[in-house]
């Protein structure tokens, strides 16, 4: 067993988290991230079709810092169907930042709820990013698209659980001041 340790940590110290090849050469930077989703948003809180409130998403990063290693992080894919699974792999790279995030709407129906999540962008290139937030109660979620230089797709979900559950409401992030 002390073996088997001993190799595990002498295999981190000389190869890092992962084996790479090159080092990713990405176009943004932690303030351009930063720019994209921290700051206090407003926008519009659907729960039905007839029901409206506004609602306001206070976003931080977190007052302590980031606790994990810093690697590379990769995702892999299948392959096309013409040269068959598992004979080229696909990865990419990553970036991640932890956030939390107050949210309150105006209606009384939630007040400070605390949420906490990241948001992720994949590939070297800032096109887009996906923006996950959450507590016991709810999930917030929206996709940001670079070319609309705006976030769609938000809604609040329900937390995963045994049984399926519609979305809590729509929700669109119209602006931000940072």
């Known amino acids: 067993m002390r073996e088997a340790a001993w190799v595990f940590g002498v295999s981190i110290m000389l190869f890092g988290c992962g084996p790479s090849e090159e080092e990713a050469e990405f176009n943004y930077g932690e303030a351009e991230i930063e720019a994209l989703v921290v700051g206090t948003w407003s926008g519009a809180w659907r729960n039905t079709p007839d029901s409206t409130a506004r609602f306001t998403l206070d976003v931080a990063r977190p007052a302590t810092p980031d606790q994990r290693a810093s690697c590379t992080s990769r995702t892999f894919s299948t392959s096309s169907v013409t040269e068959g699974p598992g004979q080229r792999v696909a990865c990419g790279p990553t970036t991640d930042m932890n956030l939390e995030a107050t949210l309150t709407i105006d209606d009384g129906s939630l007040e400070l709820a605390s949420l906490a999540g990241h948001v992720m962008i994949a590939g070297e290139e800032l096109k887009g990013a996906s923006l996950w937030l959450g507590s016991e109660d709810l999930r917030l979620e929206a996709i940001y698209d670079h070319s609309a230089r705006s976030w769609r797709d938000c809604r609040a979900t329900p ?9 809590i409401a729509e929700c669109t992030l119209e602006q931000r001041v940072p």
């Open 159 to 167: 937390p995963p659980g045994p049984e399926p559950r519609g979305p």
